[in-house]
């Protein structure tokens, strides 16, 4: 039995719409981080890339373990929230992967996003961009469309992509229970 669900359009145009507005927004405060760290003694994962591909633009929404909680931004992600049937939250973050320095397309690196195994992962895409996310078990790849969602169980290897035709591809990642 797959575990991964794809499903487009999921949400109305009016949430969506102000989602991706807030995101969109010159206000909108992005930090600059490495997608997988190989110096973390924890981390039992390899980049896959280039270490200039090892970075994406990101913003914590929401995250338990660091206790942060931007109000502003987590009341967009309600509609999200009850389309995916969350019952807790763990980490809402915006990742925003830009064009790699070699003009290629990369694979940035396979990770799984917690330990828990009872814990969900679902991805919201921002835009229409070329990139994709990609399972290491199947080969799946579900491609960036705006307003489509792919869900799966946050043990599963996965990797982003960086987008070619597009400047930018940018997802909202939600780890929850």
């Given at each position: 039995m797959d575990d991964i669900q794809v499903t487009d359009k999921a949400l109305v145009d009016k949430d969506?719409?102000?989602?991706k507005a807030a995101?969109?927004?010159?206000?909108?405060?992005?930090?600059?981080?490495?997608?997988?760290?190989?110096?973390?003694?924890t981390n039992p994962y390899t980049?896959?890339?280039?270490?200039?591909?090892?970075?994406?633009?990101?913003?914590?929404?929401?995250?338990t373990a660091?206790?942060?909680?931007?109000?502003?931004?987590?009341?967009l992600m309600w509609p999200v929230m009850e389309f995916l049937d969350v019952r807790a939250p763990q980490r809402i973050k915006v990742?925003?992967?830009?064009?790699?320095?070699?003009?290629?397309?990369?694979i940035q690196g396979y990770?799984?996003?917690?330990?828990?195994?009872?814990?969900?992962?679902?991805?919201?895409?921002?835009?229409?961009?070329?990139g994709y996310t990609i399972f290491q078990h199947n080969g799946q790849k579900v491609y960036s469309k705006s307003n489509?969602?792919?869900?799966?169980?946050?043990?599963?290897?996965?990797?982003?992509t960086t987008p070619v035709g597009s400047m930018r591809r940018m997802l909202i990642n939600f780890n929850y229970f």
């Open positions: 969506f719409s102000a989602i995101i969109e927004s010159p206000d909108f405060m992005w930090q600059w981080g490495v997608i997988i760290n190989e110096h973390d003694r980049i896959t890339c280039d270490q200039c591909d090892n970075y994406q633009l990101y913003q914590d929404i929401l995250c660091k206790s942060i909680y931007r109000n502003n931004l987590i009341n990742n925003c992967q830009t064009v790699s320095s070699s003009g290629k397309q990369v990770h799984t996003d917690n330990p828990y195994k009872d814990c969900k992962t679902a991805i919201l895409y921002l835009d229409d961009a070329d489509r969602i792919v869900t799966f169980p946050s043990h599963l290897m996965h990797s982003g």
